[in-house]
């Protein structure tokens, strides 16, 4: 790789790129009003408000007014980053995924710097989990349109990045135009087995451009297959926010009591969420071609519920008529997958305990799994099923759970039905890779 930028700066403008209204909105970094200033300019003007920036207001992506300004001071000690300058910035339509992006331009190494802000609204995680099933995505095609309308061949290096769904387009921009130098995606998803079968020979040879940087316990990277190389690591882990964190875009950063920071390297992934990782890919692996496009509605649903911290649409999810074969599909496979792999309940119910999402629900899965002809015997009659499950000394947190969302008894029955024909070993759960070409 070619690009002048270093690891650390790279994160520093991915971090920069959600930063909101920090004291007004001059505060914003992607915003018109920057346009043909230099990096140091703005971080200048936020810090010369900072006492109107409130510590512990969650500005976005996760972050607080405190952390923003950590970034700001941090970030502004670097005159390297301080002197890149922003050309333009470049906003989505609201039909299109509300999606932001900006051209930057270090003026020391002729380099341009073509960043991706990540996941903007909900229609942009529909667009993310669309990435099963369809090739390409509307807003991964979107984002190639609008870095081929770039003038860049004055510079001697281009440099894509992005954070979560900017780092997925990021990858995809360097696969689709030979004309990118450097990409460095940063917590970003991967792409489907039919991606890969299908650009194998452009993988092959650019993939060595590529490189990913991942927080060790994130939950987006391990999404379908990764293309090029990677490193993990450790996360901040504050815990404020639960399981989410993981994947805020300063989760990676140190800081210590003079406003410097530190990217820590990790020896590899958090093993639960490679558990996480190698039982959803076997999953999709497992669903014919035709049902990827209902699978990928069903996890998106899911996923929307999870960010807003709203367990009741989670579980609404599995009895809605749009969403419960697919549902019962995944759930049937976990269940049996559990039974292959019996650690994985111990990092599921780690993953769920720290997304605020009652562990109890394990419980159920528990009963499931053991009493399988019980439940789609008398699982149609929900207060006899709570009788027997009592009288069997069922755990009454599992009991409470059952009696709040009854409508979930039907769905046990579908999944206790389709265990039968569930096998998890047919399928492998490891990255599809294409080997790098021959030097």
């Known amino acids: 790789m070619n690009t002048g930028l270093s690891i650390e700066e790279i994160v520093f403008i991915n971090n920069l790129l959600y930063l909101d209204n920090l004291g007004g909105p001059k505060g914003t970094f992607l915003s018109e009003v ?13 810090l010369d408000n900072a006492s109107e920036i409130d ?19 941090a ?18 339509s609201t039909s299109a995924g509300g999606g932001k992006s900006a051209l930057l331009y270090d003026p020391e190494g002729n380099e341009a710097i073509v960043a991706f802000r990540g996941t903007e609204s909900d229609a942009e995680w529909v667009d993310n989990v669309e990435g099963l099933y369809m090739i390409p995505t509307a807003f991964q095609q979107n984002a190639l349109n609008w870095y081929q309308s770039l003038d860049l061949t004055d510079c001697d290096v281009i440099t894509v990045t992005g954070h979560s769904k900017g780092g997925n387009k990021a990858v995809y921009i ?50 379908l297959n990764e293309v090029g190389t990677k490193q993990f690591y450790l996360g901040t ?6 399981f989410g964190e993981n994947h805020c875009p300063n989760a990676i950063l140190f ?40 699978v990928a509605k069903m996890v998106g649903n899911i996923i929307i519920g ?3 911290n709203n367990q009741d649409a989670i579980f609404s999810t599995f009895s809605d008529k749009r969403y419960s074969e697919s549902a019962s599909d995944l759930l049937a496979f976990i269940l049996r997958y559990k039974m292959k792999y019996p650690k994985m309940v111990e990092s599921l119910k780690e993953i769920l305990s720290q997304n605020n999402i009652d562990t109890d629900v394990v419980g159920v ?6 009493h399988s002809f019980l439940v789609k015997l008398i699982g149609l009659f929900p207060w006899l099923t709570i009788l027997v499950l009592r009288l069997k000394g069922v755990d009454k947190n599992v009991l409470t759970l059952l009696k709040r969302h009854k409508e979930l008894f039907k769905f046990l029955v579908k999944v206790a039905d389709k265990m039968n024909i569930v096998n998890p070993d047919i399928t492998s759960g490891a990255d599809k890779k294409i080997e790098m070409k021959a030097s």
């Not at 970030?75 to 989505?92: C, M, P, T």
Request: glycine share 6%.
């Open 34 to 46: 920057n346009e043909t200033k230099t990096i140091g300019d703005y971080i200048d003007s936020v």
């Open 55 to 73: 510590d512990s207001n969650e500005y976005f992506a996760g972050m607080t007014g405190f952390e923003c300004k950590q970034i700001l001071k």
């Open 75 to 92: 970030a502004g000690k670097n005159q390297h980053l301080r002197d890149i300058i922003i050309e333009s910035v470049h906003f989505e």
């Open 174 to 223: 360097t696969l689709m135009d030979n004309t990118v130098d450097n990409c460095i995606s940063f917590d970003g998803q991967g792409f489907s087995d039919e991606f890969i079968d299908k650009y194998a020979d452009i993988i092959r040879r650019r993939q060595d451009r590529i490189h990913t940087i991942c927080a060790e316990s994130d939950y987006v990277n391990l999404l």
């Open 237 to 242: 882990n504050y815990g404020r926010l639960g």
């Open 255 to 294: 800081f210590d009591e003079y406003d410097d920071a530190f990217l820590w390297k990790a020896q590899g992934q958090d093993p639960k969420m490679a558990d996480l990782d190698k039982m959803f890919n076997s999953f999709i692996r497992s669903i014919p071609a035709q049902e990827k496009e209902d």
């Open 306 to 308: 999870a960010i807003r």
């Open 365 to 370: 899965v528990d009963f499931i799994t053991n």
